[in-house]
């Protein structure tokens, strides 16, 4: 098995009696499900139900964990302690290293949340020896098809733009959250036109760049988020995802892939085309 030690990624401890009844009255998960065996993908967003944050909740057994981007932490905790008030919440880092590990016998470690294709994801008061990096993380995530923090942003696209509801990412069952009318709306219209979608290029981009992508006919059809080797995350309008497709301004070419977590989601956009 590859492990992997993401230092990309920090570790929040929110404790106290109503730290379980405070998260599920923000989050788009239902905190009730949480439990060692089971770690949750969640979102914390806006009124609006764009994502803020995203994270992957851990049963600390007295506490919850939440994994989140690292450069996005202290933001996290600022925000949950605005909306703390008087309940009974503690908010603090917690000095655990986020592991992941794939293509390998994973026994004793808890699935990846989102989809088994990542394979597992655990906390661990030591980084385990001889591990990889971040780097090499980022590469299979990327091969797996799954968007990142990175590909979410702050305050940019909607929750389930992101892909969560295809991703375990969000409960339709549960009480309200933050941004949780429109989320529903979207849902039950049917009404998710963009998503976020893996793609391959068929030549090398400049890391960081902002590239607009086109159909066939020049019209603009979404952006692409990230890109490492010639696997990318773009935000783009299902209805072009069949394709062809270009960067803008002369860039190569680029195929959306099909994981299978988003087939649903691209055959549906593709029968409502047809």
């Not at 990230?226 to 696997?231: H, I, R």
Request: hydrophobic letters at 45%.
């Amino acid at each position: 098995m590859t492990i992997a030690v993401l230092d990309d990624r920090a570790v929040l401890r929110i404790a106290g009696a109503d730290a379980r009844s405070f998260l599920q009255g923000l989050l788009t998960h239902d905190v009730a499900l949480l439990s060692p065996e089971r770690p949750l993908y969640a979102g914390l967003l806006s009124a609006q139900g764009k994502a803020l944050f995203d994270m992957i909740l851990f049963d600390g057994g007295d506490s919850v964990l939440i994994d989140v981007a690292a450069n996005r932490a202290e933001a996290l905790a600022k925000r949950l302690t605005l909306y703390r008030m008087r309940k009974a919440v503690t908010i603090e880092p917690a000095l655990l290293h986020v592991h992941a590990g794939w293509a390998g016998d994973e026994a004793g470690h808890t699935p990846d949340p989102r989809t088994d294709a990542l394979g597992s994801r655990w906390l661990a008061p030591e980084p385990a020896a001889g591990t990889e990096g971040a780097a090499a993380y980022e590469a299979h995530r990327l091969a797996t098809g799954v968007p990142g923090s990175a590909d979410i942003g702050e305050d940019e696209l909607l929750w389930l733009e992101t892909g969560a509801d295809l991703l375990d990412g969000v409960s339709f069952t549960k009480g309200c959250y933050v941004g949780q009318e429109n989320t529903a709306r979207m849902h039950y219209r049917d009404n998710v036109r963009r998503r976020l979608v893996p793609v391959r290029l068929a030549g090398a981009v400049a890391p960081g760049a902002d590239y607009g992508i086109k159909d066939d006919a020049g019209r603009a059809t979404g952006t692409l988020r990230s890109a490492l080797g010639n696997l990318g995350m773009a935000h783009l309008r299902l209805e072009a995802a069949k394709g062809p497709l270009v960067l803008a301004d002369g860039g190569p070419a680029l195929e959306v892939l099909k994981p299978a977590w988003l087939v649903p989601a691209l055959d549906a956009a593709a029968g409502e085309t047809n």
